[in-house]
């Protein structure tokens, strides 16, 4: 009965909606010039055009309700959705057959696996009927920590399926990051890998969930664990279930929950300048016209085409484009176990050869350290089917840009700088392959429905190109965060009460003669190492965990290869026996706090931290002592303790 009258529904929403139809692509210069003016002028035309590309259970009554000052913004309101439907029921009649997942292993003598569009949804149904058995309904958090192995994606996708809330938290995390996480979201289940084989390293994952669960998780009902490798785990019978006993022989067949455009999606938690990282909440309807017409767009994707992001779906890239744009769009989307020196400094290159890879998207960070390694690698291997070449996550500087033009893109594919956020749910801001010009480090235009401005610090914008300021964006687009979970303030306070009326990014950026954005940096006590988005607060709690710590005052600075470093100031109490003992365990409490990613890469002791009257630590001359460069710090006399300033210079050897 059920089924029957999930057939009728269907049949009635079908009529609803479009049949099957494809978002857009621009073709042309002035395509791309005439649909963003468009854009501009018809937002909600435009977007409507867009989200009826979709299938949708029930059309939405209304387009677009917003407001920046009390932060509240619903696209396609009243709609009736399901993503996943839209990433796999509607492709199935046309390519069913195709490969939608095509993972590459950690080992490159390992079997690669496909997943269909057809068996994909298979498992994606049979994930979703466990997690149901396991008491999971609409609305539930589920957190995910898993390495790159395709029951990530499957997961993920079960969870939307069913109308559950998916949280990934990167698997690099340690025990007590993942115990924060699972605590705010108040999750009811955790997915996890038993092992991760990462490079010629085996690390634990079960251990790090265990170790979670004995410090908190106290909303966790159920572990579902999968068996990656097959090593001993440690188990408890009153929470912990095996993927293959209770996903494998569930039924194919799941009827997907009708969301609501504005119900949640996923929580993704992210670092701020101050606190704990904050759950970023993206929604369904929104998140999904924006995602897939991203996709398309940005890396032209065209029938056949293999893409690879080499992200971890632990980041908003990995959501966005390996899940739900290219799947949204129909793609063959790369999903990759490993790491990119692993078993050489050749691994990328030889996978882009073995699946003849026609868009290729990393982070500058990788594209630095290869480069390092010298430029026989790419040599070694045919790249001629690359067409587009992306980069995201921070800052790529001309050198690693010009590399990665001549060597993998053999100056004849262009390169996507992308500009984004986990706040933003999709790329924002980027040129558009073979249609608008690159510049080296410009993420250049804005994306049709986007409108970036820049401000100066009283929140005017500043009209004209050749100009600095403070990146905003003056009107919604579809895939924004709505909230960040549990604390509506904050996400108030964070990106809408800087400047009345528009969302702040907490970028710096310019606009050159021509109009091309280029995005300069972090303005906030945010730090991107290796494309790593990082609060100094989080790691000066970390250290100040330690014992024997009194104070510390954490800055980034520039790093050949990681962008940017994490540089530590740290006041000590009393005596401790040799410094390079205690350095070693204050990495140690970071690792424990954060994960490795948030390691110092330096650590000094001081005796002082610069401050001014009022108590606040002055980061600006520690980012400046920490960068190596202290021709110009301004007017120290009126701190509270200027003395303090020589004596780091001194110590940190930077006094002739
Ligand atoms: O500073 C910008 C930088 O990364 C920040 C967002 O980090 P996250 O939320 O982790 O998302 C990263 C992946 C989308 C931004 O505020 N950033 C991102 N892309 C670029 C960038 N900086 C310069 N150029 C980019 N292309």
């Not at 696209?75 to 057959?97: A, M, Q, S």
């Not at 395709?150 to 969870?159: K, M, T, W, Y």
């Not at 029938?303 to 063959?332: K, R």
């Not at 073979?434 to 500043?462: C, H, R, W």
Request: proline share 5%; aromatic share 12%.
């Amino acid at each position: 009965m059920g089924t029957m009258l999930f057939q009728i529904l269907y049949l009635v929403g079908y009529f609803f909606t479009n049949t099957f139809q494809m978002t857009k692509q621009i073709t042309s210069l002035e395509d791309y010039q005439s649909t963003y003016k468009y854009s501009i002028e018809n937002p909600e035309n435009f977007w409507e055009e867009q989200a009826n590309t979709f299938n949708w259970f029930k059309p939405f009554d209304k387009i677009l309700e917003w407001n920046f000052e009390e932060p509240e913004i619903k696209w396609f309101v009243n709609g009736k959705l399901n993503i996943t439907y839209n990433c796999l029921d509607r492709h199935i009649e046309v390519k069913g057959n195709q490969v939608a997942i095509l993972w590459e292993p950690n080992n490159p003598n390992e079997n690669v696996k496909k997943y269909t569009f057809k068996t994909l949804l298979s498992e994606v149904n049979k994930c979703a009927n466990a997690l149901k058995a396991k008491g999971i309904t609409k609305g539930d958090r589920v957190i995910f920590y898993m390495p790159m192995v395709p029951e990530l994606a499957i997961g993920v996708l079960a969870c939307a399926r069913i109308g559950a809330i998916h949280s990934v938290v990167f698997a690099g995390f340690s025990a007590r990051a993942l115990a924060d996480r699972v605590d705010d979201a108040q999750a009811k289940m955790i997915v996890c890998s038993d092992y991760n084989n990462r490079g010629n390293k085996c690390i634990q994952v079960k251990q790090v969930v265990d170790d979670a669960m004995d410090l908190s998780c106290n909303s966790i009902e159920t572990v579902l664990v999968h068996q990656n490798t097959g090593g001993e785990v440690n188990w408890s019978d009153d929470c912990d279930v095996w993927w293959h006993d209770l996903v494998d022989n569930q039924s194919d067949v799941c009827e997907p929950e009708w969301m609501d455009s504005e119900d949640m999606l996923f929580i993704l938690y992210t670092s701020g300048s101050t606190g704990k990282p904050k759950g970023v909440v993206h929604t369904c309807g929104g998140y999904m016209v924006y995602t897939c017409y991203s996709f398309k767009n940005v890396f032209q994707y065209k029938e056949g085409d293999v893409y690879w992001c080499t992200a971890d779906i632990g980041w908003i890239t990995g959501h966005s484009y390996i899940v739900y744009g290219p799947l949204l769009a129909g793609a063959t989307t790369m999903m990759f176990e490993g790491v990119p020196t692993y078993p050489d400094a050749g691994r990328f290159w030889s996978i882009c050869e073995k699946h003849k890879v026609n868009q290729f998207y990393t982070a500058p960070t990788a594209i630095r350290a290869l480069m390092a390694k010298g430029d026989e690698w790419p040599q070694k291997y045919d790249l001629s089917s690359i067409k587009v070449l992306g980069s995201v996550g921070e800052p790529i500087n001309v050198e690693a840009w010009e590399w990665y033009d001549k060597h993998i893109g053999k100056g004849k594919a262009p390169i996507v700088d992308t500009w984004w956020q986990t706040e933003t749910g999709g790329i924002l801001i980027t040129p558009l392959p073979g249609i608008t010009d690159t510049k080296p480090t410009f993420a250049s235009y804005p994306m049709p429905g986007v409108q970036p401005v820049l401000v100066d610090t009283e929140g005017n914008e500043k009209i004209g190109n050749g100009i600095e300021g403070l990146l905003c964006i003056k009107f919604p687009w579809p895939s924004m965060l709505r909230t960040t979970y549990g604390d509506h303030d904050r996400c108030c306070q964070t990106y809408f009460s800087p400047f009345k009326g528009y969302y702040f990014t907490g970028d710096g950026a310019k606009r050159d003669e021509e109009g091309r954005i280029r995005i300069i940096g972090r303005v906030d006590d945010v730090i991107n190492v290796s494309g790593h988005r990082i609060g100094t607060a989080e790691v000066e709690n970390a250290i100040n965990a330690h014992p024997e710590v009194i104070e510390s005052a954490v800055v980034g600075f520039p790093h050949e290869i990681k962008g940017q470093g994490i540089y530590a100031y740290v006041i000590v109490d009393g005596n401790i026996n040799s410094n390079d003992e205690f350095i070693s365990e204050v990495l140690k409490v970071v690792v424990k706090e954060i994960g490795p990613i948030a390691k110092p890469d330096e650590i000094q002791i001081v005796s002082g931290l610069p401050k001014t009257r009022s108590g606040k630590i002055m980061r600006r001359i520690l980012r400046k002592i920490a960068s190596k460069d202290i021709s110009n710090l301004g007017d120290i006399s009126t701190l509270l303790n200027p003395e303090v300033v020589d004596e780091i210079i001194e110590q940190a050897g930077l006094k002739a």
